[in-house]
């Protein structure tokens, strides 16, 4: 009995050491090459970067792209068709719709004017803050308030004030507040720019379960591998155009061009992703990591840069209820999207001291309370 035990316990020891070689990396070309290896686990490392350096978002495979990202400009069209919507209740008189709102934001019942969105499998609500249903009602709750005050507005009255919801005007400018002077169309707009795309960006597409994905096969009927594709999809959340800056400056990509003479933000996020889609292609993956930090960074640099802006800019129109109310607001939710990158400068409880420090009532705000909240995000820039 003691023999058996003995050579049981040797055979299954063998059997697990055995299997232990099965994955590692299988690329001939790469410098870790495993001969015994039978299942690639994207470990390889490569000494000489193959493909050269493009200067723009363009990759082909046999002479055809392999960029897709077709998903990520839906959501974009969609939020700007949302958007656009919004705005019409800056003119007093117009009421909105909060089921019209909830329903583009779940792209049901075919909400949109383009067809091409209503049709589109995608949508916002599903990726807004990785699913959160606590963050997806916020800003449901959102739409429902803003159409709820929409609808007391009256035609040609701009009578928005401190305790009463209304349109307030300044020049040719006018935004519709609710009676604490927040604008309700930035919360939405500005608020799924950070919980949906940049969310989606930093912690899931450039995250490591995206990122752990199959580098080795082309997709079925597609002309890149999964990894690729991820990859594309977070550039996509970014811009919708392969040849930014010269186009596709919307969402991330127009603040990203707003700061670029103070951060050179364009220069640095778009080589970025260029460098980290060839280190993929190369099957370099520590390439590729040092261009996520890059890009997580960067990203973030804009987002507490704009912050900034507005609140100095709120600061020089402090006297102006429109202008200052809207650029308020804007800042504000900057300032929140922060908190949904990955390892972000700012926690969760440190930028809602921040919000609270700029206060809930922005007719009410203070220019030493600004001051202080730009200090601080500055400390982080």
Same mark, same amino acid.
Not at 13 to 23: D, P, Q, R, W
Not at 156 to 161: F, L, S
Not at 180 to 200: D, N, P, R, S, W
Not at 314 to 327: P, Q, T, V, W
């Given at each position: 009995m003691?023999?058996i035990?003995? %050579?049981?316990?040797?055979i299954?020891?063998?059997?697990?050491?055995?299997?232990?070689?099965?994955?590692?990396?299988?690329?001939?070309?790469?410098?870790?090459? *495993?001969?015994?290896?039978?299942k690639?686990?994207?470990?390889?490392?490569?000494?000489?970067?193959?493909?050269?350096?493009?200067?723009? =978002?363009?990759?082909?495979? *046999?002479?055809?792209?392999?960029?897709?990202?077709?998903?990520?400009?839906?959501?974009?069209?969609?939020?700007?068709?949302?958007?656009?919507?919004l705005?019409?209740? *800056?003119t007093?008189?117009?009421?909105?719709?909060?089921?019209?709102?909830?329903?583009?934001?779940?792209?049901?019942?075919?909400?949109?004017?383009?067809?091409?969105?209503?049709?589109?499998?995608?949508?916002?609500?599903?990726?807004?803050?990785?699913?959160?249903?606590?963050?997806?009602g916020?800003?449901?709750?959102?739409?429902?308030a803003?159409?709820?005050?929409?609808?007391?507005?009256s035609?040609?009255?701009?009578?928005?004030?401190n305790?009463?919801?209304?349109?307030?005007?300044?020049?040719?400018?006018?935004y519709?507040?609710?009676?604490?002077?927040?604008?309700?169309?930035?919360?939405?707009?500005?608020?799924?720019?950070?919980?949906?795309?940049?969310?989606?960006?930093?912690?899931?597409?450039l995250?490591?379960?995206?990122?752990?994905?199959?580098?080795?096969?082309?997709?079925?009927?597609?002309? =890149?591998?999964?990894?690729?594709?991820y %990859?594309?999809?977070?550039?996509?959340?970014?811009?919708?155009?392969?040849?930014?800056?010269?186009?596709?400056?919307?969402? %991330?990509?127009?603040y990203?061009?707003?700061?670029?003479?103070q951060?050179?933000?364009?220069?640095?996020?778009?080589?970025?992703?260029?460098?980290?889609?060839?280190?993929?292609?190369?099957?370099?993956?520590?390439?590729?990591d040092?261009?996520?930090?890059?890009?997580?960074?960067?990203?973030?640099?804009?987002?507490?840069?704009?912050?900034?802006? =507005?609140?100095?800019a709120?600061?020089?129109?402090?006297?102006?209820?429109?202008?200052?109310?809207?650029?308020l607001?804007?800042?504000?939710?900057?300032?929140?999207?922060?908190?949904?990158?990955?390892?972000?400068?700012?926690?969760?409880?440190?930028?809602?001291?921040?919000?609270?420090?700029?206060?809930?009532?922005?007719?009410e705000?203070?220019?030493?309370?600004?001051?202080?909240?730009?200090?601080?995000?500055?400390?982080?820039?």
């Open positions: 003691r023999k035990s003995f %050579w049981t316990i040797i299954v020891a063998l059997a697990t050491f055995s299997s232990c070689k099965k994955e590692g990396c299988t690329d001939p070309e790469a410098t870790n090459y *495993n001969s015994e290896a039978k690639n686990d994207n470990s390889c490392t490569y000494t000489t970067p193959t493909t050269p350096i493009p200067t723009s =978002y363009n990759f082909t495979r *046999n002479g055809a792209s392999t960029v897709s990202f077709s998903g990520q400009t839906d959501r974009m069209n969609m939020l700007d068709e949302m958007v656009t919507y705005k019409t209740a *800056n007093p008189g117009t009421a909105l719709d909060a089921d019209k709102l909830k329903n583009m934001y779940a792209n049901a019942n075919n909400p949109f004017t383009d067809a091409n969105l209503n049709s589109s499998t995608k949508n916002l609500k599903s990726k807004t803050a990785g699913g959160d249903v606590t963050i997806q916020l800003y449901e709750s959102y739409m429902d803003i159409a709820t005050i929409s609808t007391g507005t035609a040609g009255k701009y009578d928005g004030a305790g009463t919801a209304g349109v307030v005007q300044s020049g040719t400018k006018a519709l507040f609710n009676d604490k002077g927040v604008e309700l169309t930035q919360f939405i707009e500005k608020g799924l720019m950070g919980a949906c795309f940049y969310h989606q960006i930093t912690n899931i597409y995250g490591a379960d995206k990122m752990n994905a199959d580098n080795e096969a082309i997709v079925d009927g597609k002309n =890149y591998t999964t990894m690729e594709h %990859w594309d999809e977070a550039f996509g959340y970014f811009t919708n155009s392969t040849t930014f800056p010269t186009d596709g400056k919307l969402y %991330w990509a127009e990203s061009d707003k700061r670029n003479a951060l050179n933000s364009n220069k640095t996020l778009l080589e970025a992703f260029i460098k980290g889609r060839v280190a993929i292609i190369d099957k370099d993956l520590t390439a590729r040092a261009q996520i930090v890059i890009i997580r960074k960067e990203l973030e640099r804009v987002a507490i840069a704009t912050a900034v802006n =507005y609140l100095n709120a600061k020089s129109n402090l006297a102006d209820d429109c202008l200052r109310n809207h650029e607001s804007e800042a504000v939710m900057f300032m929140d999207a922060i908190k949904y990158g990955f390892d972000p400068a700012f926690s969760s409880t440190e930028i809602e001291q921040m919000k609270a420090t700029i206060g809930n009532n922005f007719y705000v203070k220019s030493t309370d600004i001051d202080a909240v730009v200090a601080q995000l500055n400390a982080k820039l």
